[in-house]
């Protein structure tokens, strides 16, 4: 039988997407729950060409659903993914709720495909600043392993959800018109800004949320415990794509060119890398795509052992950096 699906935090920003990928890659579902706060019950969304109604996602929710997609965060998965569980669900989580627990699988499906043979209900889909950096490491990690790693990000809106993507098209109208805006959603202004990203600091470490999760989840989803990896993440703004600039040691040399063999066929990856007319990846071209665009391949020049690389990624957030990549745990779940 066909799995009854349901989607958490469906009129969200990585919700609507989840949606948008089951219908475009037809998932196989009997039917399909869209469940959100009392906020939006009985609004309409739509699948396909077909209207979808949103209900209030409540205990019962649940009673039936054989697959179950959370994207309403860490407080709604703690509370009701274990619920879904319950009731005999596959949760595949957005959140950062169950991420590093020990038993909970973190999945890629271009890299750890394995890791879901095994787990507790629960599937942790990763962050989207570590999806979208580590995705095109692992084929050349795989043939000469990266023993360092240094990410720097340039991330958009739609990482703090739909209201923070509003807060940046109506910060710039107003900054544009010259008018006063008080944002709600950021801690900055937005509008022809960037800032540190505004996930809090832990002051014995210096690096912030965000960081930290790039960095403790490229381990587990490499599946190395030791990979030395530091990381800057910044928010720009930039509506729905995340750009990465990644510098990399591996433990022999290695060149760009074989870097450039190594990505023309990887999955889940393009490369866009063209000199001459001095064209790389950009938010606007990784927009809607499902493939995480790579260029600026190049040789480190900080390194004189030739063993490090430099590039720079562009991902849809939304896509491959959430909602694609929840969809394509659950294909493999199927
Ligand atoms: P709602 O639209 O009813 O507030 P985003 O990441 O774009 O901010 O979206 C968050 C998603 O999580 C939305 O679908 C939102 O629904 C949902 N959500 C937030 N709080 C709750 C809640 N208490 N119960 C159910 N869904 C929630």
Redesign the pocket.
Known sequence: AKPVIAV????????IEILGCLEKRRFPHSSIRA???A??AGKQLSFGDKPLAVTE?TESSFDGVDLAFF???GS?SRKYAPIAVSRGAVVVDNSSAFRMQSDVPLVVPEINPEMLARHPGIIANPNCAAIISITPLWPIHKLNPIRRLIVSTYQAASGA???AMEELRESTRAALEDKPYQQKVLPHPYAFNLFSHNTKVDPATGYNEEESKVIAEARKIFGEPDLMVSATCVRVPVLRAHCVSLTFECERPITPDEVRTILSTAPGVQIVDDIERNYFPMPKDATGADDILVGRIRKDLSDVTGKSISLFCAGDQLLKGAALNAVQIAELLL
């Open positions: 958490v935090g469906a009129t969200g920003a990585v919700g469940l959100a706060s906020r939006s996602l994207s309403a965060g709604i959800g739909a209201a």
